[in-house]
């Protein structure tokens, strides 16, 4: 009967040893798991503020570039003002008062090409109120700057084809062209000043535009693509 009971205690002592171990394999598990767990809570909250950082930073960075663009615009339709201002004071040159004459005579013309000539934003402005109907014009190697394809841009319409190389013009002239002439197909502004806001004002509004001469001019990378 001893022996029995002491088999017996042996037998409860070693189950009692048993349930511990279970009792603390289970506890090891869940300590494991509140680490697992509070590991991926600390690394969440880490990507949270790194996304906050960077999504502020972002916002900095859009603020800093519409502010720039702001002041770009302004300083755009300012010079502009003195552009027009200069040009309506600016007396007609020989070559302007032939044009000026030409297109006096010619109100239906649809094609105007004038090269290598001392034609200026007078002449410009004048071919523009007196031939709407142009879809081609090459002015060329001539003194026009923004102010004369602004005007060319708003009284031609159905404008495919313009060359303006070798002038004055910059992207405030390239973006009235594009946003103005949809339909043009070739433009040729070698030797101006436009950069890349001028080639993607044009690459986005003028869908059809095939032929597009930007060498010798500020235009980079963004704008080649």
Not at 99 to 106: D, Q, V
Not at 111 to 120: R, V
Request: aromatic content about 2%; some cysteine.
């Amino acid at each position: 009967a001893e022996r029995a009971a002491e088999a017996a205690a042996a037998v409860e002592r070693a189950a009692e040893a048993q349930r511990r171990a279970r009792v603390d394999e289970v506890e090891a598990l869940k300590a494991q798991l509140q680490a697992a767990e509070d590991k991926a809570g600390a690394a969440a909250a880490q990507a949270e503020e790194q996304r906050s950082k960077a999504e502020a930073e972002r916002r900095r960075r859009q603020d800093t570039d519409d502010r720039a663009k702001t002041a770009r615009d302004k300083a755009n339709a300012n010079s502009a003002a003195a552009a027009r201002a200069k040009a309506a004071a600016a007396e007609p040159t020989h070559d302007d008062q032939k044009l000026m004459e030409w297109a006096r005579k010619n109100p239906n013309a649809t094609s105007a090409t004038f090269f290598n000539k001392q034609i200026t934003d007078v002449g410009a402005q004048a071919l523009a109120n007196s031939c709407p109907n142009l879809t081609t014009i090459g002015l060329n190697s001539t003194q026009v700057t923004d102010v004369g394809a602004q005007a060319l841009a708003n009284s031609c319409p159905n404008l495919t084809t313009i060359g303006l190389y070798n002038t004055q013009v910059t992207d405030v002239g390239a973006q009235a062209l594009a946003n103005s002439c949809p339909n043009l197909t070739s433009i040729w502004l070698d030797n101006t000043r436009v950069t890349d806001v001028g080639a993607q004002a044009l690459d986005s509004s003028c869908p059809t535009l095939t032929q597009i001469g930007l060498n010798n001019t500020q235009v980079g990378d963004v704008g080649a693509q």
